[in-house]
């Protein structure tokens, strides 16, 4: 969870912050964001997956009776389609498709953080970057970028 824990950290996620962890896998984020010390009003969860979101659902209800049920959303869909009208904080943890940026400038609203995990999106420049554990390799560290629309 060190890598978690960065990202919602490098976006200053906070009790105000509604968040979209898109490409959620197994929700870790999207839990995470809710729990203290961030707090998130809410968070939602997007995956094209649907073994992935039954798992994050199941997880929800079963593991996680401390986190009320409307605090956290799954949604099994293509993040294209998600209202991001409230999102204030947008995770991504995938090698950006090429649309990605465009995408994301459309669909968010002003000031939106978007941090990312070892991928940059590469017509953007970062507001603040760091690192964090490595992915895929036994040493050393991995990028974390974060952008601002």
């Excluded at 906070?14 to 961030?38: M, Q, S, W």
């Excluded at 009208?85 to 459309?106: G, M, Q």
Aim: charged share 20%; glycine share 6%.
């Amino acid at each position: 969870h060190d890598a978690v824990d960065a990202m919602l950290r490098l976006a200053n996620v906070t009790a105000a912050d509604v968040v979209l962890d898109i490409g959620c896998g197994d929700g870790r984020i999207v839990f995470a964001a809710v729990d203290a010390p961030f707090s998130a009003r809410h968070a939602i969860g997007v995956d094209i997956d649907p073994a992935l979101i039954a798992q994050c659902q199941h997880m929800q209800h079963r593991r996680r009776p401390e986190i009320p049920a409307s605090n956290v959303t799954f949604i099994l869909d293509d993040w294209v389609h998600v209202d991001m009208s409230l999102v204030t904080v947008v995770t991504l943890f995938f090698l950006p498709h090429p649309s990605i940026a465009t995408d994301l400038r459309a669909k968010c609203q002003p000031g939106t953080r978007i941090v990312t995990y070892v991928f940059e999106i590469g017509e953007w420049t970062p507001v603040a970057t760091g690192v964090t554990v490595p992915f895929l390799k036994e040493h050393g560290e991995s990028p974390l970028f974060l952008y601002q629309i």
